[in-house]
């Protein structure tokens, strides 16, 4: 909601009431909050690469992922009609009504992401890939106990300024969804609330890609996480003592710390 309402109010207020900057810092406070009102609950799963990525590594049951993905397609649906409520007047004054997906009055964009006219299919692809690897593999990184992980209490807020840092850097191309149910959702509500069937196929049916890319990009950074840290790990002191016990019990025992 406070991302969708950053990019509402720099489109419909034509940069007067914000710029590019603060659509980054909305979506990275807005993270931010996300984990302080749902990670005691579920851990504040809200996207669904990060949830696939879970139960790929081992932590997160593999029955819970259809349920965590449909609730966050829907939270992201019902943010995308809190935003239109919210700034329904704006909009009708913005474009008279005429809401689309393409030209220079297109509205579409305020709630889904959609590419750069010069944005191939392929290039946008990749750009899902490396801006949603770069997400999970910083997450680990920030949970991994055994790495310098963030304090106890600060990993919501790194976690939004990790959010942050890929929209400032990645975003220009199409504008960073890294989160199939971040798009997904709003693109669902857009295509029943006036903008039509033009959603799904603006910028040459580009709406696959926000989908399946982020999965990709997900699993990729987690995968290069755990071949070049996870696996590098030296073992800790119980570690050790476990092992030392287990050698002491059978010498054909083998001990690796992972």
Known sequence: TFGLAAVAQVVLGKNAFGQYLSINLSFGIGVTMGI?????????????????????V????????????????????????????LYYEAL??????????TGPLETASIFATYPQPYLSIGGGFLDQVIGTGALLLCILA??????????DGTQAVVVGLLVTVIGMSMGMN?????????DLGPRLFTAAAGWGLEVFSAGNYWCWVPIVAPMVGGLTGAFLYKLLVGLHHQPNVEEKKMCEMEKGNSEMTTCEYM
């Not at 302080?36 to 790929?56: F, Q, R």
């Not at 199409?174 to 971040?182: H, K, V």
């Open 92 to 101: 009708f004054e913005y474009c008279k009504g005429n809401f689309t997906a």
């Open 142 to 151: 920030i949970n991994d106990k055994k790495n310098n992980a963030a304090l």
């Open 36 to 56: 302080h009102v749902a990670g005691g609950v579920s851990g504040a799963h809200m996207n669904c690469a990060v949830s696939l990525t879970n139960c790929v």
């Open 58 to 85: 081992g932590k997160l049951p593999w029955r819970k992922l259809p349920v965590y993905m449909i609730s966050q397609i829907t939270g992201a649906f019902l943010a995308a009609v809190v935003v239109y409520f």
């Open 174 to 182: 199409s504008g960073y969804a890294i989160n199939p149910a971040r």
